[in-house]
């Protein structure tokens, strides 16, 4: 019996599935920890820290302080499965991020978990947010990251562009350094750019990031990290069915940028990032690509025509962007203006 054809034969619209077989970088699991224990003022005195494996010759990363010796300051974040505190290290003073997964999770998604972790601890740049270790209590999972006091680039605005272009230049450099390690992101859009007091720019949840979102807000990051995702992606009828993560993370650097500049998801004035997914599955796949304002310089124009390339055989790498004039621009001397909007 001949199967009923599909209405739109030219896309695809998979719903988002939680991926746990492909890794950024295979790794061996770290060895085990003893078991997590309470002490008797009911404090975590012996949760196992999960650090990362490394090779032969090479230095092993700094251990992180134990999980009893972080005081937790305040949530600075939260989802259907965990929440994120802002902790400080009791004897030295220094704050951390500290994500805390909600329950147990089952053995593959902790061992996807570990293996992301120990990838993130040997990851040293800095527009990359360093992971510090990983901790297990009583099954439950808790990551210790860098903390970027000045919060993320969700909400804001960037308008001018020698700003812009110092922002653009430190990811760049972050997604080179990720993709030189065969590291693919996945899922770059301004809430995993942080910022701090600085004015230093860091890329965060590469890696484990993927499986965090399913863990942290399944609801919310699905549709959210559809509204960032390559035409390619989507639709895996192009490009032959080949998926080219280091041209799709170009892609979402490009129109994560853009919507710093403009203030707003820059895909259509009435379509949002939080609206339905298959309207914005249509509008990334078959509308023309975004693009700067007419009133933008030419070299911004240029720079971001060429992350959103529809065909991903013509966007630049991390690499070559960096050689791109709009980024090239001189650095500014005053402090970044962030407007909220």
Known sequence: ????SRRRPDLTLPLPQRDLTSL???LPLPPSSAPSSMSSSGSLSGAASLGAPTSAGSAPPNPPPPLCELERVRCIGSGAGGTVWMVRHRTTGCAYALKVLYGKHDDAVRRQIVREVAILRTAEHPAVVRCIGMYELDGELQ??????????????RIADERFLAHLARQVLSGIAYLHRRHIVHRDIKPSKLLIDSG????IADFGVGRILNQIMDPCNSSVGSIA???PERINTDLNDG??????????SF?????EVYLGRFPLGENLTKQGDWAALMSAICHSDSPQAPRDASPEFKNFISLCL?????NRPTALRLLQHPFVALPQPQLHMRVTDE
């Not at 004015?199 to 860091?202: A, E, L, M, N, T």
């Not at 080949?242 to 892609?251: K, N, P, S, T, V």
């Not at 490009?254 to 853009?258: A, E, P, R, S, V």
């Open 1 to 4: 019996m001949p199967g009923r």
């Open 24 to 26: 950024a970088v295979p």
């Open 143 to 156: 990551i210790l990251l860098e903390y970027m006091d000045g919060g993320s680039l969700e909400g804001h």
């Open 199 to 202: 004015r230093r720019v860091k």
């Open 228 to 230: 960032y995702m390559s």
């Open 242 to 251: 080949a998926y080219d993560g280091y041209a799709g993370d170009i892609w």
């Open 254 to 258: 490009g129109l994560t940028i853009l």
């Open 309 to 313: 390339q529809k065909n991903p055989a």
